[in-house]
T-cell receptor, first 111, second 115 residues
Framework: TQLLEQSPQFLSIQEGENLTVYCNSS?????LQWYRQEPGEGPVLLVT?????EVKKLKRLTFQFGDARKDSSLHITAAQPGDTGLYLC???????????FGRGTSLIVHP | GAGVSQSPSNKVTEKGKDVELRCDPI?????LYWYRQSLGQGLEFLIY????????KSGLPSDRFSAERTGGSVSTLTIQRTQQEDSAVYLC?????????????FGNGTRLTVT
């Protein structure tokens, strides 16, 4: 059983469309991180959310942490081909302090 | 260099051989992690170092896997008697402080293929 469930697993859209990906758990997290990974590279940190209900914006990306700190979402407005990649959420919970990763959402944005 | 460096970037080995993977973390980062990424499986935690000590090695899948860190810097992950199921991308990450909230900086990984 995955501590962090991400959905959808795959997403293929056209340039200019909006999308939302989700990261859900039954556990409470002190913080959650979102990473983006491109082929042949390691994950790169996009944002850390800490406070329940927090919303953070990074250009066209909007990250939200659930009020109960059990879930998070990433919304991309007007997706660009450069947004293509694997989006991973990560956090530590359930008595462990080691960051656990979800399986990721693989996004392809077609020009 | 400015980032986490891993070597080799690719390694092809025969089943039963030993392999050694190297990670150079960002200078000054006290925490170092090894993860394994297989297709469709996400990132699987292997081991965590704080300085030269490994407070958590609970993710090592078998006693064929070992890791060490020397001088609070370079780490090596050794896999003995490799098996085909060991094929994966092995990712190293470092962070300025320990878990859980200090963000991880990843290297580009070593792609291991066991034939």
């Amino acid at each position: 059983t995955q501590l962090l469930e991400q959905s959808p697993q795959f997403l293929s859209i056209q340039e200019g469309e909006n999308l939302t990906v989700y990261c859900n758990s039954s556990s409470v997290f002190s913080s959650l991180q979102w990473y983006r990974q491109e082929p042949g590279e390691g994950p790169v940190l996009l944002v850390t959310v800490v406070t329940g209900g927090e919303v953070k914006k990074l250009k066209r990306l909007t990250f939200q942490f659930g009020d109960a700190r059990k879930d998070s979402s990433l919304h991309i407005t007007a997706a660009q081909p450069g947004d293509t990649g694997l989006y991973l959420c990560a956090g530590a919970a359930g008595g462990s302090y080691i960051p656990t990763f979800g399986r990721g959402t693989s996004l392809i944005v077609h020009p | 260099g400015a980032g986490v460096s891993q070597s080799p970037s690719n390694k092809v080995t025969e089943k039963g051989k030993d392999v050694e993977l190297r990670c150079d973390p960002i200078s000054g980062h006290t925490a170092l992690y090894w993860y394994r990424q297989s297709l469709g499986q996400g990132l699987e935690f292997l081991i965590y170092f704080q300085g030269n000590s490994a407070p958590d090695k609970s993710g090592l899948p078998s006693d064929r896997f070992s890791a060490e860190r020397t001088g609070g810097s370079v780490s090596t992950l050794t896999i003995q008697r490799t098996q085909q199921e060991d094929s994966a991308v092995y990712l190293c990450a470092s962070s300025l402080a320990g878990p859980p909230n200090s963000p991880l900086h990843f290297g580009n990984g070593t792609r291991l293929t066991v034939t």
